[in-house]
């Protein structure tokens, strides 16, 4: 069984702070992660993947890899009301497949 | 451009009745299509992966005869619930990975058919 924790619960940041949302993967295999956002009642949405120890930014967003701890971390900076989503951290395990943490709610306060 | 629609968007049945659930690529073709099942607060539950022109994989635990699968097009896969009970109400999604995707993770999701049973 591949998978993929999110432990913390909900996420409540003021408007403009960074939020950090954490994921730890059980197969040591896997090569490529990915960081999806979905809203109440939404289909997710790619924010990003990254394969490589280290951090990966893009725009307000930063993921960063460890493969050594198996795991991937995401930082939204000044967030704003509108991340407020569930957030899924994913695995790829091979053959198109993907495993799914069971997510992070994030709550951006104005 | 990476388009993929669900239909029906919601869907009410009774117990015991079938229910199809289609998904397509709108802007692309599709040789892969994935559904997934996701049950409130939990996470999606890869069911099984459709390749075009082939028998579906169902993953550990699906039973292939209750959620039957068609990819009969590079455009469109089927999900049937066949005798549905009130334990298959959930939120059921389709996932669709571009024929000419340079990466085999690259997959582009549906919105989703929420399926109540009463």
């Known amino acids: 069984q591949k998978e993929v924790e999110q432990n913390s619960g909900p996420l409540s940041v003021p408007e403009g702070a960074i939020a950090s949302l954490n994921c730890t993967y059980s197969?040591?295999?896997?090569?490529?992660f990915f960081w999806y956002r979905q809203y109440s009642g939404k289909s997710p949405e790619l924010i990003m993947f990254?394969?490589?120890?280290g951090d990966k930014e893009d725009g307000r967003f930063t993921a960063q890899l460890n493969k050594a701890s198996q795991y991937v971390s995401l930082l939204i900076r000044d967030s704003q009301p509108s991340d407020s989503a569930t957030y899924l951290c994913?695995?790829?395990?091979?053959?198109?497949?993907?495993?799914f943490g069971k997510g992070n709610q994030v709550v951006v306060i104005p | 451009g990476a388009v993929v629609s669900q239909h029906p968007s919601w869907v009410i049945c009774k117990s015991g009745t079938s229910v199809k659930i289609e998904c397509r690529s709108l802007?692309?073709?599709?040789?892969?299509m994935f559904w997934y099942r996701q049950f409130p607060k939990q996470s999606l539950m890869l069911m099984a992966t459709?390749?075009?022109?082939?028998?579906?994989?169902?993953e550990q635990g699906v039973e292939k005869d209750k959620f039957l699968i068609n990819h009969a097009s590079l455009t469109l896969s089927t999900l049937t619930v066949t005798s549905a009970h009130p334990e298959d109400s959930s939120f059921y999604i389709c996932?669709?990975?571009?024929?000419?995707?340079?990466?085999?993770?690259?997959?582009?999701f549906g919105p989703g058919t929420r399926l109540t049973v009463t």
């Open positions: 459709s390749n075009e022109g082939s028998k579906a994989t169902y």
């Open positions: 197969d040591r295999g896997s090569q490529s």
């Open positions: 990254i394969y490589s120890n």
């Open positions: 802007d692309f073709q599709a040789t892969t």
């Open positions: 994913a695995a790829y395990y091979g053959n198109n497949r993907l495993a």
């Open positions: 996932s669709a990975r571009n024929r000419l995707a340079k990466t085999s993770y690259e997959q582009y």
